[in-house]
T-cell receptor, first 114, second 111 residues
Framework: DAGITQSPRHKVTETGTPVTLRCHQTENHRYMYWYRQDPGHGLRLIHYSYGVKDTDKGEVSDGYSVSRSKTEDFLLTLESATSSQTSVYFC?????????????FGPGTRLTVL | DAKTTQPPSMDCAEGRAANLPCNHSTISGNEYVYWYRQIHSQGPQYIIHGLKNNETNEMASLIITEDRKSSTLILPHATLRDTAVYYCIVRPSNTGNQFYFGTGTSLTVIP
């Protein structure tokens, strides 16, 4: 399995509080992604990064920000958490080389916003 | 990305081959076929991918029809640990694109 860890694995927070999720990789892959998974919606891309300090928005980026100051770490921040952001969040990585760009996923973080 | 169609659920006896079909009739020439699976509450796990030719690795085989409009994932000897939701995804090779996971096929391996 790809060396991807996510922290925390579970978090319960209250509406209006800031939350930061961390994704850490040991594969030195260039690309990192944040997805959320909700029943009936499958996995949806929030943001992704194609290098240190280089990020772009995905399909459902509103209410989220990201930062990548080191190759190995990609942070997802909910500035003011809402109940609609209750979800399971997955980080993924890929090498970003030419040809097929296989993504490998982390174990997930289950976030509950009360 | 091309749309895929998979049966919502399938059963397979333990030790038998599990054949999971996927239709992708609108696939473009530069789009790959990927298969992932997700065991309950875990992150999606990469299984295999292919472009035109059949592919095999330690987990599974991927059979792609000559017209590339459909494919079959084969788990040669299914075990109880293969019970999962299996996703067929078609996407181009350029980087930075998300993987669009549909509803997949829920495979249950029966003892």
């Amino acid at each position: 399995d790809a060396g991807i860890t996510q922290s925390p694995r579970h978090k319960v927070t209250e509406t209006g509080t800031p939350v930061t999720l961390r994704c850490h990789q040991t594969e030195n892959h260039r690309y990192m992604y944040w997805y959320r998974q909700d029943p009936g919606h499958g996995l949806r891309l929030i943001h992704y990064s194609y290098g240190v300090k280089d990020t772009d928005k995905g399909e459902v980026s509103d209410g989220y920000s990201v930062s990548r100051s080191k190759t190995e770490d990609f942070l997802l921040t909910l500035e003011s958490a809402t109940s609609s952001q209750t979800s399971v969040y997955f980080c993924a990585i890929s090498e970003g080389d030419r040809g097929p760009d296989t993504q490998y996923f982390g174990p997930g973080t289950r976030l509950t916003v009360l | 990305d091309a749309k895929t169609t998979q049966p919502p659920s399938m059963d397979c006896a333990e030790g038998r081959a599990a054949n999971l079909p996927c239709n992708h009739s609108t696939i473009s020439g530069n789009e790959y076929v990927y298969w992932y699976r997700q065991i309950h509450s875990q992150g999606p796990q990469y299984i295999i991918h292919g472009l035109k030719n059949n592919e095999t690795n330690e987990m599974a085989s991927l059979i792609i029809t000559e017209d590339r409009k459909s494919s079959t994932l084969i788990l040669p000897h299914a075990t109880l640990r293969d019970t999962a939701v299996y996703y067929c995804i078609v996407r181009p090779s350029n980087t930075g694109n998300q993987f669009y996971f549909g509803t997949g096929t829920s495979l249950t391996v029966i003892p």
